[in-house]
């Protein structure tokens, strides 16, 4: 069974700083993309960024130049370091991956349960 579980979210000032890691575990052959979503209130979810096993990166326009997403592929780790945090950022943030099980081959896209960011004005 494969999970991927946040840490990190919560309650910062305007202008503030957060990072949110997640991590993967379970049967892992090998995890392709690696991203982060949020879904605000009343909103879908929608791409904050991801990054490919090689290091490519991708940003939603709204956070480029203020979140930076890496991962460690020894770890099977995903993190985002959020700096000059809005309250327009504040959202339900998701972890997801799409991950080789390692028992069955096949390629599945996963989520985690989500960790909440709070941003005050």
């Known amino acids: 069974q494969v999970q991927l579980v946040e840490s990190g979210g919560g309650l910062v000032q305007a202008g503030g700083s957060l990072r949110l890691s997640c991590r993967a575990s379970?049967?892992?052959?090998?995890?392709?993309?690696m991203g982060w979503y949020r879904r605000a209130p009343g909103n879908g979810r929608d791409l904050v960024a991801n990054i490919t096993r090689s290091g490519n990166t991708n940003y939603a326009d709204s956070v480029k130049g203020r979140f930076t997403i890496s991962r460690d592929n020894a770890k099977n780790t995903v993190d985002l370091q959020m700096n000059t945090l809005k309250p327009e950022d504040t959202a339900v943030y998701y972890c997801?991956?799409?991950?080789?099980?390692?028992?069955?081959?096949?390629?599945?896209?996963?989520w985690g349960h989500g960790t909440q960011v709070t941003v005050s004005s």
């Open positions: 379970g049967s892992i052959f090998v995890i392709n993309t």
């Open positions: 997801n991956a799409d991950i080789q099980n390692a028992d069955t081959v096949w390629t599945r896209n996963y």
